[in-house]
């Protein structure tokens, strides 16, 4: 079992950036693949970018690819999630979750993922 805090988010202008960071308890983060997803009020979670296990393979949501960049640090237990010319649209709640997988596919639905962090806000104004 893991345990998952996500730590980064907060308030952001238009076309900044932000690093979310997830910290992940546990001897085995390097066999799990990482996701981060994201819920803004009243819309349902939808999946921003994934990794697996090795970092080797990176997936993205179409609207994130060139502006977010996932990357993981396994001696350090953590995933992070680089966010570069933020949009108020980008404004949620973003979450990290993971799940056990040597693959180099890499789930992007919540049903691919048994782990979840709490989230952290992320507020763009305009």
């Known amino acids: 079992q893991v345990q998952l805090v996500e730590s980064g988010g907060g308030l952001v202008q238009a076309g900044g950036s932000l690093r979310l960071s997830c910290a992940a308890s546990?001897?085995?983060?390097?066999?799990?693949?990482m996701g981060w997803f994201r819920q803004a009020p009243g819309k349902e979670r939808e999946f921003v970018a994934a990794?697996?296990?090795?970092?080797?393979?990176?997936y993205y949501r179409d609207s994130m690819k060139g502006r977010f960049t996932i990357s993981r640090d396994n001696g350090k237990n953590t995933v992070y999630l680089r966010m570069n010319s933020l949009k108020p649209e980008d404004t949620a709640v973003y979450y990290c979750?993971?799940?056990?997988?040597?693959?180099?596919?890499?789930?992007?639905?919540?049903?691919?993922?048994?782990?979840w962090g709490q989230g952290t806000q992320v507020t763009v104004s305009s």
């Open positions: 546990g001897r085995t983060f390097s066999r799990y693949a």
């Open positions: 979750a993971a799940t056990p997988s040597l693959s180099r596919i890499v789930a992007t639905e919540e049903k691919g993922y048994e782990y």
């Open positions: 990794v697996s296990w090795s970092g080797g393979s990176t």
